[in-house]
């Protein structure tokens, strides 16, 4: 079983940065395919960017140029660095990792609130 913690969210003005953090337990976790997806009040979960195992990403449209997802294998743990923030990334970010040999996981959330 697969433990995922995040943390570092919180409040900060636009134009402001945060770096979100999320460390797994209980597995190998390079074997995990990483992501961070938000959920705002009243919208569906999306996904912010993924870090496969390689080392790849990818991340949606609304965040590039913006925001960078990476992995540190040595202390199982995934980043979201986040910088220019704006009013419409406030949400609840989750971290996520996937693997086809042993399913999926999520933390349980932390909050990010962009506003003055």
């Known amino acids: 079983q697969l433990q995922l913690v995040e943390s570092g969210g919180g409040l900060v003005q636009p134009g402001g940065s945060l770096r979100l953090s999320c460390a797994v337990s209980?597995?190998?976790?390079?074997?995990?395919?990483m992501g961070w997806y938000r959920q705002a009040p009243g919208k569906q979960r999306e996904l912010v960017a993924r870090?496969?195992?390689?080392?790849?990403?990818n991340s949606d449209d609304s965040v590039k140029g913006r925001f960078t997802i990476s992995r540190e294998n040595a202390k199982n743990t995934v980043y979201l660095q986040m910088n220019s923030l704006k009013a419409e990334d406030t949400a609840v970010y989750y971290c996520n990792a996937v693997s086809v040999e042993h399913g999926a996981y999520w933390g349980q959330g932390t909050q990010v609130t962009v506003s003055s």
């Open positions: 870090i496969f195992r390689g080392g790849s990403t």
């Open positions: 209980g597995s190998i976790f390079s074997m995990y395919s």
